[in-house]
């Protein structure tokens, strides 16, 4: 290795795997459904990287959410510890449908009306909660202590066959949503919007390996086998193995999910899709090993990250919706089991109305973070939510980095739809927790992301 090296990077890869009987956040609504078996495990990836004084830290985790509250916990751990500056620090859940969430994201905890017993409604589990900070905070440890001189290269491709847009245009004008199952309605007519097909590569060399550690990038909901309860880290887990597989044991790979809010994995016009998350790996592996054939490495890259915020108003429930929820509330005070796993779906969606009615009254503004984290050509951009995949194009369009990377879900904030997907409706539009902005906030975001990029890249 040159004595040029003026780039350390530690990596490391713990596992986070829960108990059988956690409950997944992200399996149904209202199900305590506990899994059947696990097929496969989850971890906390994790990479630092150094230049003199300056370090970041980039985790990805094989979890379907976790919320403000965690993420600002692992921060600040990480700045007592190690000296970290909290904005240098990106945490991104692949919003893994596979695995638990860390922290509630269905119903708040600011929301009074959910029995003490049935916590698990809001969607985490707090058995599971200490125990990933703890791991999460460990692999962080484990990557400082594993500093090593590298060597940094960037690339992109295109895989387009494997990620479709899931909003269904019908004959009516409606939105459906394509499924695992196949073939499309005959009612169906196109579908409403692009998919993301740009698949990022940032490489990282030692003296000991050609390839010591990756970051990853592509943007599709990891959804396989949704009617299946067991544990795996879907198509971003499958994706790490293959890179494993050749590129040796000690390469660790941070896989980056980007603007996904529209975007699955089952082809709409197949007879059958394809619903196979190992798949799905082998084939980004088969990409991205392409894509790093023709790397050139450098010695040295700049380190540099800036957050901003912005205020996005929320959506105020309208009074019809508010008045209905309040009712069923009080003709139900307490959910009734329609299974003996699954509850009343709504009262739940009528908690939830309540809960974001009270978050609105309480303060009309979300506080939006963005994150820019550059390393060297790359920029990785961190977005809460779920934004639609044409926010997500756009600011790769506009970015002034020729490698820009997006991670949604880096903290739990719901769908971010295009204005005009709200002119149709479907799920992701329907206010509720988990779609509760204005419809100008995807415009919103682009803009500042753009910005911050432009002010991260002078």
């Known amino acids: 290795m040159p004595n040029a090296n003026k780039l350390l990077l530690g990596k490391s890869r713990i596992d986070i795997t829960p108990d059988k009987d956690t409950i997944l956040g992200g399996a149904t609504i209202s199900g305590k459904i506990r899994v059947d078996y ?114 940094i290269g960037y690339g992109s491709g295109v895989e387009g066959r494997l990620a479709f847009n899931r909003r269904m245009v019908m004959r009516d004008a409606s939105i459906s ?16 919007g692009p998919m993301d097909p740009d698949l990022g590569v940032v490489a990282f060399q030692s003296e000991a390996a050609p390839i010591s550690a990756l970051l990853l990038h592509y943007t599709c909901h990891p959804v396989h086998q949704l009617g299946h309860f067991f544990i795996s880290a879907d198509w971003p887990g499958a994706w790490v193995n293959e890179m494993k597989s050749r590129h040796g044991e000690q390469c660790v790979s941070v896989v980056l999910n980007g603007a996904c809010g529209n975007i699955n994995p089952w ?71 329609l299974t003996d796993v699954v509850l009343d779906d709504k009262w739940v969606y009528a908690s939830g109305m309540l809960d974001l009615h009270e978050q609105y009254e309480r303060n009309p503004l979300y506080r ?6 550059r390393i060297g050509d790359a920029a990785l951009v961190g977005l809460p939510g779920e934004p639609f995949s044409e926010g997500g194009l756009a600011i790769k369009l506009g970015s002034p980095s020729p490698y820009t990377i997006i991670a949604h879900n880096t903290q739990f904030a719901g769908y971010i739809p295009t ?40």
């Open 38 to 151: 696990i097929k496969d495990p989850l971890y906390a990836n994790t990479i630092v990287v150094v230049r003199e004084e300056r370090k970041m830290a980039v985790i990805t985790l094989d979890l379907l959410m976790i919320t403000r509250k965690y993420v600002e916990l692992i921060r600040h751990e990480l700045h007592s510890r190690w000296g970290f500056d909290p904005d240098a620090v990106m945490i991104h859940a692949t919003q893994n449908h596979k695995a638990p969430s860390l922290g509630h994201f269905k119903i708040s905890e600011d929301y009074g009306g959910i029995p003490e017993e049935l916590n698990w409604l809001r969607g985490g589990d707090e058995r599971f909660h200490p125990y990933a900070v703890e791991r999460i905070i460990a692999s962080v440890e484990a990557a400082l202590n594993a500093l090593e001189p590298v060597r």
């Open 177 to 192: 949503m394509p499924n695992a199952v196949g073939p499309a309605a005959p009612n169906s007519r196109y579908v409403e």
């Open 267 to 337: 082809d709409p016009y197949a007879d059958k899709p394809q619903d196979d998350a190992g798949v799905m790996g082998n084939r980004l592996g088969v990409s991205a090993n392409g894509v790093i054939e023709k790397i050139a490495f450098l010695d040295d890259a700049v380190l540099d990250w800036k957050i901003v915020h912005i205020d996005i108003p929320l959506r105020k429930v309208n009074e019809a919706d508010l008045e209905s929820a309040r009712r069923y509330i009080a003709d139900n005070p307490n959910p009734r089991w």
């Open 368 to 373: 939006y973070e963005i994150q820019v984290l």
């Open 419 to 458: 204005k005009e997907a709200f002119l149709r409706g479907g799920y992701e539009t329907t206010t509720s927790n988990w779609s509760k902005f204005v419809p100008e906030a995807l415009d919103l975001i682009v803009a500042a992301s753009l910005e911050t990029l432009k002010s991260v890249f002078k």
